[in-house]
């Protein structure tokens, strides 16, 4: 089966910019996850969704960050304006259900760099 | 909120040396947990998972961990490194009952020499 799929790998935009970056899960699975992690630091939950509703998005750093799953199907998490310290890989991660018994399948991550 | 802890940043070893990287988690119910390996330029990828039952897991690659309730942990190991098991290693807990929002560790980068 296709894994899941993100794109950009890499975009370097400057600060005040916009970015869009997009997820495609794996087909059927209503479950995706978005993650972030700054250098050398954790991997931090950022939202989840079940199929196209927001389950929870506590881990969304501020209102500058919005993130959608269009008709459940991919997702894109927008920056904008996008500051420094929004620097990092961003995952994805989809799953077929929602306690991981199955695991998590992530995409290769997206490297955004903002100077 | 729960956390994950690798005590471990940075380890480096020798081909066929022994390795156990350690993983302590804060949470007081019941968990899931799992470890992730990340090769270089690749992405993360299950290496194995405990939900129920046999404490000792075994996973890919010749890897396992051990769940020891009573320590909150969830240690990796594996007997005889190799120079392909270079890559950073990520532990992960999920809270069952709740949200399942898998939390991370901040990883172990894993350089093992020829």
């Known amino acids: 089966e296709a894994g899941v799929t993100q794109f950009p790998s890499h975009s370097v935009i400057e600060k005040g910019q916009t970015v869009t970056l997009r997820c495609d899960p794996i087909s059927g699975h209503d479950n995706l996850y978005w993650y972030r992690r700054v250098m050398g630091k954790e991997i931090k939950f950022l939202l989840h969704f079940v199929k196209e509703s927001k389950q929870d998005e506590s881990g969304m750093p501020n209102n500058r960050f919005l993130a959608e799953r269009t008709g459940g199907t991919y997702s894109t998490l927008k920056v904008q304006p996008a500051e420094l310290e929004d620097s990092g890989v961003y995952f994805c991660?989809?799953?077929?259900?929602?306690?991981?018994?199955?695991?998590?399948?992530f995409g290769s991550g997206t490297r955004l760099t903002v100077v | 909120a729960q956390s994950v802890s690798q005590h471990n940043h940075h380890v480096i070893l020798s081909e066929a040396a022994s390795l156990e990287l350690g993983c302590n988690y804060s949470?007081?119910?019941?968990?899931?947990l799992f470890w992730y390996v990340q090769y270089p330029g690749q992405h993360l990828q299950l290496l194995l998972k405990?939900?129920?039952?046999?404490?000792l897991v075994k996973g890919i690659k010749g890897f396992e961990a051990e769940f020891i309730k009573s320590k909150f942990s969830f240690n990796l190991r594996k007997p005889s490194v190799q120079w392909s098991d270079t890559a950073e290693y990520f532990c992960?807990?999920?809270?069952?009952?709740?949200?399942?929002?898998?939390?991370f560790g901040r990883g172990t980068s894993l350089i093992v020499h020829p």
């Open positions: 992960a807990v999920n809270p069952w009952g709740g949200s399942y929002i898998p939390t």
């Open positions: 991660a989809s799953s077929q259900e929602g306690t991981g018994r199955y695991g998590y399948t």
């Open positions: 949470y007081g119910g019941t968990v899931n």
């Open positions: 405990y939900f129920s039952g046999d404490p």
